[in-house]
């Protein structure tokens, strides 16, 4: 198969595919609607022809919050939290209070409902090195923008305390 991708898991070459962005997309919405466990990484490495999936213990791992990629969704291109999901995450934290250990611990609420509804994703370094992350809403404003065409004014030296950003 000279076009396929390897998959491994954790390591080990278990197969190939012949179409690996469908296959990754459909693992990572598994990941995100909470079928997948949240901790399994996932890496395309489009170069070597890879899908590394990696299940075992002892990998730090961060969590992200995570950008609408559907293009049906009128959310397309934001975050997938939204004001509304922050104020039940406001609404969880009181509802918790009243919990005793064991119920707080099996109830899905507050950052594990972010997890469960995909608004959060726990990412590994090796995932890390292969998706776009953007440090700021104004980030991802501008590339928005620049997706729609636009093309970004230059800022001056007026501002000494402004943020360095590489160039687009």
Not at 40 to 49: I, K
Not at 153 to 162: I, L, Q, T
Request: aromatic letters at 6%; glycine letters at 6%; one cysteine or more.
């Amino acid at each position: 198969f000279p076009n396929a991708t390897k998959i491994c898991v954790n390591g080990v070459w278990v197969g190939v595919h012949r179409d690996p962005y469908h296959l990754v997309n459909n693992v990572q919405a598994l990941r995100r609607n909470g079928l997948i466990s949240h901790e399994v990484s996932l890496v395309r490495d489009v170069r070597d022809r890879e899908f590394k999936i990696f299940t075992d213990a002892g990998r730090v791992c961060r969590p992200l919050f995570v950008i609408d990629k559907d293009p049906k969704s009128a959310n397309h291109g934001n975050l997938v939290l939204t004001k509304e999901l922050v104020q039940t995450l406001e609404d969880d934290r009181e509802i918790l209070a009243g919990m005793d250990p064991e119920e707080k611990e099996r109830a899905e609420l507050g950052w594990k409902r972010l997890v469960k509804l995909g608004a959060v994703e726990y990412v590994d370094a090796e995932e890390e090195e292969t998706i776009m992350i953007t440090m700021t809403p104004e980030d991802l404003e501008n590339h928005r923008l620049l997706q729609q065409g636009y093309t970004l004014p230059e800022s001056g030296p007026e501002d000494m305390n402004k943020r360095v950003k590489a160039a687009i």
